[in-house]
């Protein structure tokens, strides 16, 4: 028997209340019904209501009486949002004019026939099975069943195009199938996301990062010519050879590298990288899909640094010049300002673990430069190199280097770890005490000194407050 549960009616029965005594028939539609039939709980539910006219009305007098917030979310089309804090959670209550003479007709205007289904919301307290109650004209119940996404009609997409993304979005969090048809007409109107906002756009984009499937959604959408519309500077990386190392071109070993960093992510048992990784950025999102992005953006600066020398192919300085083109993309899609900065900072060192990993044995100081430059993206570049070696299977890459790479990583996560887990030992001495004993006055070389006596007493060249001074003596006289 499907019906809500009882938290869920204790959220319905006010509204309802409401509308019987102002003689309002109001509906519940859309995902709140989805996920009922897929009995899928959320610990904040949101509802979405509609009704004949009057909804601005309606929403307004209801927030006065259940004391909520009243948001209006478009005039034209009379649909308002109303925000409810209960015991320190926020729901949402959204309302909608029909946005035709009938119920049926207004539901063709939702975006895909699992969001188009309705229900009287008298209907929720009549004990009866609401499965049997459903106004359900286009068969979203029976697509649910069926595990596939699909528009409501032919003109859904030029109603709104962000569904074309939203389709992939909603697919990967339900783990439904795109159908056919839907596949096709989202191809054909491609073009009218230029008119969508980039901020609408970043939203199902990252919806779809967050989903363990972000790979197998992204290649579709790339075979679609989706993709490179949104960032163009995907094109130029197309059908450019990288030589003997790699057996992709730059695009197809940039899908490569988010795939094997998808199966890494798998992998992973060590609870503080999982914690690491499922941290929230200010931008409410996590670190892993933040790191699914970078997976993209990693190489975009090789098309910009090709050079052929001695018939060779190279992309020398790529790393530098992606991190300007990471950096603009950011601010295009107006990622928050750390997210920016990490996404340029893992883009720019996503190197470096390989040039360790070239060495027999690195030195304490590159390990130590490694970590400093790279800060709290240490991880996430060490987990993206991983990926993007992975991902490279030329025929010069040999079995050895693989594993030496592999050890690398490994060894330089179990000594970032241990690293966090250990209270930094603090500094031998401070910036008042250098200006005291060099008689110096506050300026930027104090900070250079400080850097280096930094790194001598992590890599164990200096111990005490002796040798720190001796060292500050020989930096101030270089740097002087």
């Not at 054909?188 to 779809?208: D, H, M, N, P, W």
């Not at 690491?276 to 670190?287: A, D, S, V």
């Amino acid at each position: 028997m499907l019906k809500f549960s009882e938290k869920e009616e204790d959220l319905l029965k006010p509204v309802y209340n409401f509308a019987r005594n102002k003689k309002v028939k109001l509906y519940l539609v859309g995902g709140a019904l989805r996920d009922l039939i897929l009995k899928r709980k959320k610990e904040n539910p949101d509802f979405d209501f509609c009704l004949k006219r009057g909804a601005l009305n309606f929403g307004q007098a209801l927030a006065k009486y259940i004391h909520a917030a009243f948001v209006l979310l478009d005039e034209e089309h009379a649909a308002c949002r109303l925000v409810k804090k209960i015991d320190g959670k926020l729901y949402t209550f959204d309302f909608s004019d029909f946005r035709a003479d009938v119920l049926e007709k207004d539901l063709l205007h939702r975006d895909f026939t699992i969001n188009s289904m309705a229900l009287d919301l008298g209907e929720v307290f009549s004990g009866k099975d609401l499965e049997t109650l459903l106004i359900d004209p286009y068969s979203g119940k029976n697509d649910i069943k069926a595990k596939i996404i699909k528009i409501t009609g032919p003109g859904s997409f030029r109603e709104d195009p962000l569904r074309i993304l939203r389709a992939f979005s909603l697919s990967c969090i339900f783990k439904f199938n795109v159908d056919k048809e839907t596949l096709r007409l989202a191809k054909k109107e491609r073009t009218r996301l230029e008119g969508i906002s980039l901020e609408r756009i970043r939203e199902e984009l990252f919806k779809v990062f967050e989903s363990a499937s972000a790979y197998e959604s992204l290649v579709v959408l790339d075979k679609l010519k989706i993709l490179e519309l949104i960032f163009p500077e995907i094109k130029p990386m197309r059908n450019i050879g990288q030589g003997p190392y790699h057996h992709l071109d730059v695009w197809q070993h940039t899908l490569e590298t988010l795939k094997q960093f998808e199966l890494i992510l798998k992998s992973i048992k060590k609870k503080e990288v999982n914690v690491y990784l499922n941290e929230e950025m200010p931008g409410l999102r996590k670190r892993t899909s933040l790191l699914k992005f970078a997976c993209i953006l990693h190489d975009i600066g090789k098309p910009k640094a090709l050079r052929r020398e001695n018939k060779k192919i190279i992309f020398h300085g790529h790393e530098r010049i992606g991190l300007g083109m990471a950096r603009n993309i950011c601010r295009r899609i107006k990622l928050s300002n750390e997210e920016c900065r990490s996404l340029e900072r893992i883009v720019f060192n996503h190197l470096r673990p390989g040039y360790l990993a070239d060495s027999e044995r690195p030195t304490e100081r590159a390990i130590f430069r490694y970590f400093r430059d790279t800060g709290t993206d240490a991880l996430a570049v060490l987990l993206l190199s991983l990926a993007d070696q992975r991902a490279t299977k030329g025929r010069l890459t040999t079995a050895l280097s693989r594993l030496r790479h592999e050890k690398m990583i490994k060894f330089l996560i179990g000594r970032l770890l241990k690293q966090n887990a250990e209270k930094k030992p603090a500094r031998l001495v401070n910036g008042h005490q250098i200006m005291k004993k060099f008689k110096l006055k506050a300026s930027p070389l104090i900070g250079t000194v400080l850097d280096e006596l930094e790194e001598a007493q992590a890599i164990g060249k200096i111990k005490n407050k002796k040798e720190a001074f001796a060292l500050a003596a020989k930096i101030i006289k270089k740097e002087k």
